[in-house]
């Protein structure tokens, strides 16, 4: 069965205070890991899609790379308004395709000034 | 991204009736999602939209707690049937472009339903 475990589950972090989240899974082959960032009351906001191991996406503060085992969502300087709860998500190779993504609990991240 | 809304955005109900959810996507999303995000807990898979046919459920839901219509290829529907207070969570509707495995999933707003 995929699994997705993230941590931590909550982080509080100073304006300017770079940090990382981590999302660690086991999947019978990884079709793709996904991170979302999910603000209160809204729907997943989808940020970045890694396909094997070593890749690494960018987006303004964040970054987001892959190994065989975990993912990482580095965040540089943040500001305020990157508070939000991070999810992230695999999706399993499975015969006759499949689009199933099992989450994580996700991240919930305040960044104050 | 895909443009999504869902409706109503939340709602409160009483034990035992049921909810039915709308989901709107625009033309360019090919499949249709509906999940489950519980207090606390991740978001899960409650089945895949079909257009025209019955809906794929995943382990755990069934066709008479979760009826699922998609009548056309940019709408759906979620009924939540008898519900009870272990039925309150945020029900979102996801859509994807394209047919291949690896489209990018987007969600819409999610309905917040609390059952008293």
Known sequence: ?113 | SAVISQKPSRDICQRGTSLTIQCQVDSQVTMMFWYRQQPGQSLTLIATANQGSEATYESGFVIDKFPISRPNLTFSTLTVSNMSPEDSSIYLCSGKYGTGGLDTQYFGPGTRLTVL
Do not use: M
């Open chain 1, 1 to 113: 069965e995929d699994q997705v475990t993230q941590s931590p589950e909550a982080l509080r972090l100073q304006e300017g205070e770079s940090s990382s989240l981590n999302c660690s899974y086991t999947v019978s082959g990884l079709r793709g890991l996904f991170w979302y960032r999910q603000d209160p009351g809204k729907g997943p906001e989808f940020l970045f899609t890694l396909y094997s191991a070593g890749e690494e996406k960018e987006k303004e503060r964040l970054k987001a790379t892959l190994t065989k085992k975990e993912s990482f969502l580095h965040i540089t300087a943040p500001k305020p308004e990157d508070s939000a709860t991070y999810l992230c998500a695999v999706q399993a190779i499975l015969t006759g395709g499949g689009n199933k993504l099992t989450f994580g609990t996700g991240t919930q991240l305040k960044v104050e000034l």
